[in-house]
């Protein structure tokens, strides 16, 4: 695609224009991205592990879902910072193919990332709006065939340049400037549609927090009437439309200045402050990588408890770990469990189910059920008792009625009759 004989001053023009960090700065930023992708490694790698030794959490779509952003983010976690310090620390100069099949690696990382996070909004999304046929709407066969579409598509338009949707470094204006081999089309396309996938996770956040916001109002209309248990509600809405405000806090800061730059190259010809300002943040996106399992998994109790059960394995012997092995439950969980509610994909997050945690909804329906049988029962009862006892009441009346109106009768017609003897 060399097309272009005129090359302005500051095009790309080899790999040497793509390097823009200083001594300091490859120093700094090579540590730095080398310490964020260990926490990140570390981190979704027991995630994984929590997930895929829990054969009860494997059933769950909303498991599924974190596993899979958990995998994406593992993989973000050891290529980015391998090809970054790499290319900008030790200067390595690789071929067209080597160059673009590290970037593909990287570009598959991420764009797993955001898909996962935006199949985790879809899941709260159906959960909060759709709760009675949540179970119905997403069952595991669907999750599977969500995922298996999501990295089937995400593996094809990764690796796209490598498969031809590239452009010859030095050519001017289809190159990028960013990334080399890379051409601006491609850029402007997989910039839009990882736009487009932010606007609908912010989109599905927005509805959730305007939900909330709703409901709490509803909640504080009641307090003057209601105890203790409604005000507790209202403290849980206000600790979900916190936890989502960080979930989009931490969303839009780490991927908005990446895609602004990107943008920005596509729009006008970056300058040498603007690329270097641009391989920083782009560590923002590995930070991201490293934040999600502590929003997304190590927040919800169903992981924690994994994640406590598994500890308590390995302090106190391997007898429990052949059990769990063996699929025989421990002492914890052979005893009765709690049913589970309708829309159990939000609790599985660490936020309400819909609008409370998994213990506080169970509680709070028990004690619905526990109360609305002892009001069926007591009235069933009372009217029962009350049917009941008004038929005995009218029988016992109606025979000593009929035994008194009987004995009257015989002492009035006996006495009649004696006398009438006696005259006679």
């Not at 593992?74 to 620390?89: E, I, Q």
């Not at 959730?208 to 504080?220: C, F, P, S, V």
């Amino acid at each position: 695609m060399e097309n272009s004989s005129v090359i302005p001053t500051g095009a790309p023009q080899g790999l040497d224009f793509f390097m823009v960090l200083s001594c300091g700065e490859q120093r700094a930023i090579g540590v730095l991205g080398l310490l964020v992708g260990a926490v990140a490694l570390l981190e979704n790698g027991l995630v994984l592990g929590l997930i895929a030794g829990a054969p009860a959490l494997r059933r769950r779509p909303s498991f599924l879902f974190m596993g899979s952003l958990a995998l994406a983010d593992l993989l973000a976690s050891v290529v980015y910072p391998v090809s970054f310090v790499d290319f900008h620390l030790f200067r390595r100069h690789d071929g067209r193919a080597a160059s673009l099949l590290k970037l593909g690696g990287v570009t598959l990382a991420f764009s797993g990332s955001v898909g996962s996070l935006l199949l985790t909004a879809v899941d709260r999304y159906l959960c909060l709006h759709r709760a009675h046929r949540y179970r119905a709407l997403l069952t595991r066969r669907r999750a599977l065939l969500a995922l298996l579409l999501l990295w089937s598509a995400t593996v094809l338009v990764s690796f796209l340049p490598l498969m031809g949707w590239q452009c010859a470094t030095g050519a001017w204006p289809p190159c990028s400037e960013l990334f080399p081999y890379v051409s601006l089309s491609f850029q402007l396309c997989w910039t839009a549609a990882i736009v487009l996938e932010l606007l609908v996770i912010l989109a599905a956040y927005a509805t959730i927090l305007w939900k909330a916001r709703l409901h709490t109002a509803a909640m504080a209309a009641l307090q003057a009437a209601a105890a203790g248990p409604q005000r507790a509600r209202v403290r849980l809405d206000l600790r979900l439309a916190r936890t989502l405000s960080l979930v989009l806090l931490v969303l839009v800061g780490c991927w908005l200045p990446v895609l602004g730059f990107m943008l920005a190259d596509v729009a006008a010809a970056l300058g040498l402050a603007q690329r270097r300002a641009f391989a920083f943040c782009s560590m923002l996106c590995l930070v991201n990588s490293a934040v999600n399992p502590l929003l997304y998994a190590l927040r919800c109790q169903e992981i924690r408890r994994a994640l406590v059960a598994r500890l308590r394995c390995l302090t106190g012997g391997g007898a429990c770990c052949r059990r769990r092995r063996a699929g025989t439950p421990t002492p914890r969980e052979s005893g009765p469990t709690q049913p589970e509610v309708s829309g159990t994909g939000i609790s599985s997050y660490g936020l309400a189910t819909p609008w409370g945690s998994q213990r506080e909804v169970d509680k709070g329906g028990q004690e619905e059920v526990d109360r609305g049988g002892q009001e069926e029962v007591g009235r069933g009862g009372q009217e029962e008792v009350g049917r009941g006892g008004q038929q005995e009441e009218v029988g016992r009346g109606g025979q000593e009625e009929v035994d008194r109106g009987g004995r009257e009768e015989v002492d009035r017609g006996g006495g009649a009759g004696g006398g009438d003897g006696e005259g006679v």
